[in-house]
């Protein structure tokens, strides 16, 4: 299984980027999805995720409003819209794939995801 990420850029306050993780190797409907990001010098921090069938989402408090996970089973894609970006939501974005069934709080852990893309940077300019 690989992930592949892109979508990733610099943009100013207030514009929007898509970011879209692509998985190879297995079809994305037996893994549940989520986007973690880890600006410099800190931890990996849990920003969204989204259940097998696309049903239950979990999203972090300070995107919010802002970014919206989604799949497309069929194209085996996970992506992040993320609209209204802040200076603090500059960082490294990473795509994890999980298969447990299990879906819940431990869903915003990284140690709850087998396997992670290569990040992709995101640049907010003030």
């Known amino acids: 299984v690989q992930l592949q990420a892109s979508g990733g850029g610099l943009v100013q306050t207030g514009d929007s980027l898509r970011l879209s993780c692509a998985l190879s190797?297995?079809?994305?409907?037996?893994?549940?999805m989520a986007w973690f990001r880890q600006a410099p010098k800190m931890d990996r921090e849990f920003v969204a995720a989204i259940d097998r069938s696309g049903r239950t989402i979990y999203y972090t408090a300070s995107v919010k409003g802002r970014f919206t996970i989604s799949r497309d089973n069929a194209k085996n894609t996970a992506d992040l819209q993320m609209n209204s970006l802040q200076p603090e939501d500059t960082a490294a974005y990473y795509c994890?794939?999980?298969?447990?069934?299990?879906?819940?709080?431990?869903?915003?852990?990284?140690?709850?995801?087998?396997?992670w893309g290569q990040g992709t940077q995101v640049t907010v300019s003030s």
């Open positions: 190797g297995r079809s994305l409907r037996t893994y549940s």
């Open positions: 994890a794939a999980d298969t447990s069934p299990v879906f819940d709080s431990r869903s915003e852990i990284a140690e709850s995801y087998e396997y």
